[in-house]
């Protein structure tokens, strides 16, 4: 295969490499378009398969809680075994996942088919991520953005390419998408083919030293607080994905079509915001990103429940903007606290994202049958006080000047 060519001497490690993590952005972006069609569909398999919020919300966790546990664990093996070419091969799980959600018969069948695509989730993260820090050139929080608004990018379109596609065309239309899956096995095979080269060209050289003589226990809090910080921002996210077009119909009356515009509307924000919290962070520190990210939204997130149409979009996009920034800086926050295991702290935490969102749609559906909708959002707008947490971050500039 050509690919086995391929010389790393391309893309610099001194530089940052933006041919590859455009390619795995793009390849992310792909990934979470097919992903966020599940979701984008919920209302259509309500009505068709007579469905109640439970059974909506276990399958959210069918496919969170799937790529949730695999996540981390991939990410330990390849740390210690690379496997570049395992990239494709996630791509594949997924559309095989797409297909069967496409053919579904059965409620059982739409459960299985959710999770082959979270097992092709759990096997893309850890390893794309761990591509895009090597391609970094030491910027690392505007390479984790990059990765990450891709599937920003891809989770905020998704639905509307379910409201303008397979809305119309029914179920059968998820299928199509297979297409995508396949675009992107090519281009991974492609990044797969650098990662193998940057390895081979790289394997003698000294690793750099990874210490910053932080103590055990102080790593094992901070990592702790980062994890209920990803879950306040995930269960918030988990709220709006799996439950915000039925909390705009039942509040003001709008279609479906509509209503995933609206959705759109807060995943698009997040998109941007992402992409701003690299940056942003590699110059003020990710600390301080934090720290206006989840609390930050804490107003905002307050008074969506008592909005009124006009109002309700703005303040969706406002929290989508804001809450979002956080993530790659948290990713990369913890992956200098444990150095040398970026896969592994990158499938535990991109994991985490998926099982705690998993678990709180589930949760938040039970409610939802119980309470109302409107309820959900009322309890779900006090999450970002976990925020407060953050003052208990060690600072990692001072840490790194100290070592």
């Known amino acids: 295969m050509a690919d086995a060519t391929l010389n790393a001497r391309s893309f610099p490690v001194d530089k940052t490499a933006y041919a590859i993590l455009i390619a795995v952005s793009f390849c992310h972006l792909l990934n979470d378009v097919m992903q966020s069609l599940l979701s984008a569909i919920y209302p259509m398999l309500k009505a068709d398969y007579g469905l109640d919020f439970w059974q909506i919300g276990l399958l959210t966790m069918s496919f969170q809680v799937t790529a949730s546990l695999l996540q981390p664990l991939v990410g330990l093996y390849t740390d210690r075994r690379p496997m570049p070419y395992s990239l494709p091969a996630g791509m594949a799980s997924t559309l095989c996942g797409l297909i069967l959600l496409a053919t579904a018969a059965h409620y059982s069948l739409l459960l299985a088919g959710a999770s082959l695509v979270g097992i092709g989730s759990a096997i893309f993260h850890p390893e794309s991520?761990?591509?895009?820090?090597?391609?970094?050139?030491?910027?690392?929080?505007?390479?984790?953005?990059?990765?990450?608004?891709?599937?920003?990018?891809?989770?905020?379109?998704?639905?509307?390419?379910?409201a303008f596609i397979v809305v119309p065309r029914?179920?059968?239309?998820?299928?199509?998408?297979?297409?995508?899956?396949?675009?992107?096995?090519?281009?991974?095979?492609?990044?797969?083919?650098?990662?193998?080269?940057?390895?081979?060209?790289?394997?003698?050289?000294a690793r750099p030293a990874t210490s910053l003589e932080l103590p055990r226990r102080r790593v094992a809090g901070a990592l702790i607080i980062l994890i209920l910080l990803v879950f306040s921002k995930h269960?918030?996210?988990?709220?709006?994905?799996?439950?915000?077009?039925?909390?705009?119909?039942?509040?003001?009356?709008?279609?479906?079509?509509?209503?995933?515009v609206l959705l759109f509307v807060f995943l698009g924000a997040a998109a941007v915001g992402t992409i701003l919290g690299g940056p942003i962070g590699d110059r003020f520190g990710s600390k301080a990103v934090i720290w206006f990210s989840i609390l930050g939204v804490l107003p905002f997130t307050l008074a969506l429940p008592y909005a009124s149409y006009a109002w309700t979009p703005?303040?969706?996009?406002?929290?989508?903007?804001?809450?979002?920034?956080?993530?790659?800086?948290?990713?990369?926050?913890?992956?200098?606290?444990?150095?040398?295991?970026?896969?592994?702290?990158?499938?535990?935490?991109?994991?985490?994202?998926f099982g705690l969102g998993g678990?709180?749609?589930?949760?938040?559906?039970?409610?939802?049958d119980a309470r109302g909708i409107d309820f959900v959002y009322r309890i779900c707008s006090y999450l970002p006080l976990i925020g407060l947490l953050t003052v208990f971050l060690p600072n990692m500039r001072q840490a790194k000047q100290d070592g």
Do not use: C, D
């Open 314 to 353: 703005i303040l969706t996009a406002i929290i989508g903007l804001i809450l979002a920034s956080a993530f790659p800086q948290i990713v990369v926050f913890a992956q200098e606290l444990v150095p040398g295991r970026v896969g592994m702290i990158a499938g535990i935490f991109f994991g985490f994202a």
């Open 129 to 162: 991520s761990r591509v895009a820090r090597l391609a970094s050139g030491g910027r690392y929080g505007l390479a984790q953005a990059l990765f990450q608004v891709g599937g920003n990018i891809g989770t905020a379109i998704g639905p509307l390419l379910a």
């Open 170 to 205: 029914g179920q059968i239309s998820v299928a199509w998408f297979s297409l995508a899956a396949l675009v992107g096995m090519i281009v991974l095979a492609r990044v797969s083919a650098w990662y193998n080269a940057y390895r081979a060209a790289h394997a003698t050289r």
């Open 235 to 260: 269960v918030y996210i988990a709220s709006i994905s799996s439950y915000y077009t039925f909390y705009v119909i039942e509040k003001f009356g709008l279609s479906v079509r509509e209503a995933q």
């Open 359 to 368: 678990i709180g749609a589930a949760v938040l559906g039970i409610i939802a």
